[in-house]
């Protein structure tokens, strides 16, 4: 699917999270570096590494709360693969933190028009809270640079307009099973809808990480970039889809 999307007119742009730090400590403790690998890049993972200070829960959900805000700036499409690992926070030589985007988060702020980054990031108690701010800037009338069009995703999640049948396959009891351990939803993820919104059921983004490793763990597979998408996320069907869809070597 291909979607459109114009740069935004001129003016500053801003984006706020809060994250709760819970959440977050029960992660790093039940898979370690597995979890880290999965929202931090190579780059950022190695910084991380250099101070113990920076792998604590706080400083983590402070950063993953620093990327939530920095998607709110992107404003992705449903259909956009954003990974967390192509929003890096690094430390400045004044230990000030910054914000560098690589991969398919910078393609999208390049057609969004969206630069001169910065964040500021805090945790207090139970929450940590980050607000990213970006500059953006129109397209250039005679060139429109940053009006190029979206990339075609290289997988299309079908969507199910209909009921799902009565057959309840495998696939499904064991998404459903992942979603019960780790969705954190407000409903019992085994008589869910197959086409509820997930994310209005009580999923947040940090609980679609734990789904997303608790699911690479119960398939064997490991989801590729074009597949995170808040569409993959969004049902039972449309995660059981794309499970089917992702090659089981």
């Not at 597995?34 to 950063?63: I, W």
Request: glycine share 8%.
């Amino acid at each position: 699917m291909s979607t459109d999307q114009p740069a935004l007119g001129a003016g500053p742009r801003v984006g706020c999270d809060i994250q709760s730090i819970a959440p977050v400590a029960e992660s790093m403790a039940r898979l370690g570096e597995r979890y880290l690998r999965a929202v931090f890049g190579t780059a950022e993972f190695a910084h991380l590494a250099e101070d113990s200070k920076l792998t604590s829960p706080e400083s983590v959900a402070a950063r993953f709360a620093a990327k939530e805000a920095v998607l709110k700036v992107l404003a992705p499409a449903a259909t956009d693969a954003v990974a967390w690992p192509s929003i890096a926070v690094h430390t400045g030589a004044d230990g000030a933190p910054g914000l560098f985007l690589t991969d398919s988060a910078a393609a999208l702020a390049t057609r969004r028009g969206l630069g001169d980054w910065t964040v500021s990031m805090s945790h207090d108690g139970d929450y940590a809270l980050a607000v990213a701010l970006a500059l953006s800037c129109p397209p250039d009338p005679s060139t429109g640079a940053l009006r190029a069009p979206i990339d075609t995703m290289t997988t299309e999640l079908r969507r199910l307009k209909g009921p799902h049948p009565m057959e309840t396959t495998t696939t499904e009891l064991t998404v459903r099973k992942v979603l019960a351990e780790h969705g954190k939803l407000s409903q019992d993820a085994h008589t869910l809808g197959t086409d509820v919104d997930l994310y209005r059921a009580g999923m947040t983004s940090h609980a679609s990480v734990n789904v997303m490793l608790g699911l690479e763990d119960e398939f064997d597979i490991e989801f590729p970039e074009e597949l995170l998408t808040k569409a993959t996320f969004t049902s039972i069907s449309s995660i059981s889809e794309a499970v089917e869809g992702i090659d089981h070597d």
